[in-house]
């Protein structure tokens, strides 16, 4: 069992940041490749970045691409999603995954006001 806690969501003003984070524990985390996905009220979860065990291969949702940069730390077990130029349609939950399993985390809101 992994079990995964988000954090660093809030409300900011379009054009704003956020940093949010992943904590996981339980098995060991380097052995997982990760992701980020996101759900707005109405769509379907969408994934929006991910990351290999160490890092090396990165991938980004052309919604995204330039503008969120996802990282990991392995010693603290933790995944990271850096969110710059914040749009409107950034608003939703955003989860943390370890990619092929069902292993997700509780969700943290982003909310980006126009």
């Known amino acids: 069992q992994v079990q995964l806690v988000e954090s660093g969501g809030g409300l900011v003003q379009a054009g704003g940041s956020l940093r949010l984070s992943c904590a996981a524990s339980g098995r060991p985390f380097s052995r997982y490749p990760m992701a980020w996905f996101r759900q707005a009220p109405g769509k379907e979860r969408e994934r929006v970045a991910t990351?290999?065990?160490?890092?090396?291969?990165?991938w980004y949702a052309d919604s995204v691409q330039d503008r969120f940069t996802i990282s990991r730390d392995n010693a603290k077990s933790t995944v990271y999603l850096q969110m710059n130029s914040l749009k409107p349609e950034d608003t939703a939950v955003y989860y943390c995954?370890?990619?092929?399993?069902?292993?997700w985390g509780q969700g943290t809101q982003v909310t980006v006001s126009s």
């Open positions: 990351i290999s065990w160490s890092g090396g291969h990165i």
């Open positions: 995954n370890a990619q092929d399993t069902d292993y």
